[in-house]
């Protein structure tokens, strides 16, 4: 594993607050692939302390499992509608 990935946790930071690093580390991704979510929407948005970028710990967990529970509820979907479907043609 490259060192580009493996993060340990920022000392400047609060337990309530994440920078760019401490999401790296939790996600196991690099800053990188951090800021493309951020960019993207794939994660909350942060606000900002100065020149930094902080995420509410609090929010970025609630906001992943708020997400977990939608794709749980869209492939319950799916497999209910695959399991109603007809093979009458074969």
């Known amino acids: 594993m490259s ?4 993060y ?9 607050h994440w920078n760019e690093r401490d999401l790296a580390a939790y996600y ?3 800053i ?5 979510w951020t960019r993207s929407g794939q994660l909350p948005s942060p606000f900002c302390m100065g020149r ?3 995420w509410m710990r609090d929010q970025v967990v609630m906001w992943m499992h708020e997400r977990g529970a939608k794709a749980e509820a869209e ?9 109603n479907y007809s093979w009458k043609g074969r």
Do not use: F, Y
């Open 3 to 6: 060192n580009e990935t493996c």
């Open 8 to 16: 340990e946790r920022s000392s400047d930071t609060s337990d309530l």
């Open 28 to 30: 196991g991704v690099s």
């Open 32 to 36: 990188r692939t951090i800021q493309r």
């Open 52 to 54: 930094k970028k902080l």
């Open 75 to 83: 492939a319950e979907k799916e497999r209910l509608r695959l399991a």
